[in-house]
C-alpha cells in the first residue's frame, strides 16, 4: 500500500478488522427480521426498530467521540468502545423480549459508532493526500467484509441454530478485534498520541467552524440525504425478497450480500477507477448504478436479477461514498476526529430517518415502492453531487489553494 509505513499498514488492518465486526453488527438483523417477527410476535415495521435504534445511537454519538477522539488520541478510543460493543452483542444474544434486544442494539450502536469514523480520522492525519482515497478503501474492505458477513450470517444462522447464534459469534469478533488493538497500543502509545486540551466549548467551535464552511454543509447534507435512501432502503432489501420470490433467510441474505461485494470490488479497483473517472465520474456513476440497482432489486421477478442489482447498488454505493468520504476528510484539517464524526453522524442519522419512512411506506404500500423511490433518489443526488465537484474544482482552478496536507 503506497504512501504508508509498516506500523501504518498494521494499524489499517486492525481497523478493519474492527470495522468488520462493527459492519457486520450493523446489519446482521437485516435478512433476520422475518425470524425475529416470529420470535417476538410483532410485525416486520415493529422489529426493524432495532436496526432504526442502532443507527440513532451511532448517529447522536458521533458528537462524544469526535471530540473523545480528539482528545484522547483516535486509536485508543477505537479499542475500548470496540470491546464494549461486545456487552451490547452479548446482551443481545441473550435478549428474551423485543424490548431487551432494542436496549442492547441501541447500546451496540452507541458504542459501536467511534470505530469507522475515528478510524477515517486516523487515515486522514498519517496518510498524505494523494494515497489517501485507495488507503481508506483497502481500509474500509473490511467494513465491506462485514456488511457481507453479517447479512449472510444473520439469514443462515437464524435459518440453522437460531438468531441468537449471531450476537454469540460478533461478541467474539469484537472481543477479539478490541483486544489486538489495545494490545498493539499498550505496546506502541505513540501510535495514539493525546492531543491538546478539548472541552465542550472547544468542541462546539470547531462544529461552529465547520458548519460555517459552505462545501461542508454541502457534504453533510449529501451524506445525510445518501443515509436516507441507501441505508433506509437496504434494510428492507432482504425482507423484500423473501416475500416477493418466496426464497430462504439464507438466500436472501446471500443475494442481499453482493451489494458488499460490489464494494470490494471497488476496493479493489480503486486506483484505475480513481485515476479514469474521476471525483465527477464517480459520483454520477455511482448514482446511475444505485438507481438502476435499487430499481432492479424493486422489479426483479427472479432471484439471478435480484442478485445482479445487489452488485449493481453495492458498487454504486461505493463508488459515490468514497468520494464523498474523500471531500469530507477536508473538511476541517485540524480537526478531523470532529470532522469525520459529525460526517458519520449526518450518514447514519440520515439511516434512522429512511428505516422509519421506510415503516411507513410498508404500512401504506408496499417494498416495491419503498426501493423503487430510493432508486431515483440515489441517481438525483449522484448527478447532483457530480455537478456540485465539477463546480469545486471550476472554483480551484480559478483561485488556486495550497495542496491539501
Known amino acids: 500500500m503506497s504512501g504508508t509505513s509498516p506500523p501504518s499498514r498494521l ?23 422475518p425470524a425475529l417477527s416470529y420470535a417476538f410476535e410483532r410485525p416486520v415495521a415493529d422489529v426493524a426498530q432495532n436496526i432504526t435504534l442502532f443507527a440513532i445511537a451511532y448517529g447522536v454519538m458521533q458528537l462524544a467521540y469526535g471530540p473523545l477522539g480528539d482528545r484522547h488520541g483516535t486509536l485508543r478510543v477505537i479499542g475500548l468502545a470496540t470491546v464494549a460493543c461486545a456487552v451490547g452483542a452479548l446482551g443481545s444474544a441473550l435478549s428474551g423480549s423485543l424490548s431487551l434486544l432494542l436496549v442492547f442494539r441501541t447500546l451496540t450502536g452507541a458504542t459501536a459508532a467511534a470505530i469507522i469514523p475515528l478510524s477515517m480520522a486516523w487515515v486522514g492525519d498519517n496518510v498524505p493526500y494523494e494515497s489517501r482515497q485507495v488507503t481508506l478503501a483497502h481500509m474500509l474492505s473490511g467494513a465491506v467484509m462485514g456488511l457481507i458477513t453479517g447479512q449472510v450470517a444473520g439469514g443462515f444462522l437464524a435459518d440453522t441454530l437460531g438468531w441468537q447464534a449471531a450476537f454469540f459469534l460478533l461478541t467474539l469478533l469484537f472481543l477479539l478485534a478490541g483486544g489486538l488493538l489495545l494490545a498493539m497500543l499498550h505496546r506502541r502509545p505513540s501510535l495514539s498520541p493525546s492531543k491538546a486540551e478539548q472541552g465542550g466549548v472547544a468542541f462546539v467551535a470547531r462544529l461552529g467552524e465547520i458548519l460555517r464552511i459552505a462545501r461542508a454543509r454541502r457534504i453533510l447534507a449529501l451524506v445525510f440525504l445518501e443515509g436516507i435512501a441507501a441505508f433506509g432502503a437496504l434494510a428492507f432489501v432482504a425482507s423484500h425478497l423473501y416475500a416477493r420470490l418466496e426464497v430462504s433467510l439464507t438466500q436472501a441474505g446471500l443475494m442481499v450480500a453482493l451489494f458488499g461485494v460490489g464494494g470490494l470490488i471497488f476496493a479493489a479497483l480503486a486506483r484505475p477507477l480513481v485515476r479514469r473517472l474521476g471525483e465527477p465520474g464517480l459520483a454520477a456513476g455511482g448514482g446511475l448504478l444505485m438507481g438502476a440497482g435499487f430499481i432492479g432489486l424493486a422489479l426483479a421477478p427472479q432471484p439471478l436479477l435480484a442478485a445482479a442489482s445487489a452488485f449493481s447498488t453495492g458498487l454504486g454505493f461505493y463508488m459515490m ?14 480537526a478531523r476526529g470532529t470532522g469525520m464524526a459529525v460526517f458519520a453522524g ?16 410498508l404500512r401504506l404500500a408496499n417494498s416495491q415502492w419503498l426501493l423503487a423511490a430510493a432508486g431515483v433518489w440515489l441517481l438525483l443526488l449522484g448527478l447532483a453531487f457530480a455537478w456540485l465537484l465539477r463546480q469545486w474544482r471550476q472554483a480551484e482552478r480559478e483561485s488556486p489553494l495550497p495542496s491539501p496536507p
Do not use: E, K, W, Y
Open 11 to 33: 494499524v489499517i488492518l486492525l481497523l478493519a478488522l474492527a470495522g468488520f465486526a462493527s459492519m457486520a453488527s450493523m446489519r446482521v438483523t437485516d435478512a433476520m427480521l
Open 321 to 334: 461514498h468514497s468520494t464523498l468520504q474523500i471531500n469530507a476528510t477536508q473538511m476541517a484539517p485540524t
Open 346 to 361: 449526518c450518514l447514519f442519522l440520515g439511516q434512522s430517518v429512511g428505516v422509519s419512512l421506510g415503516g411507513i411506506v
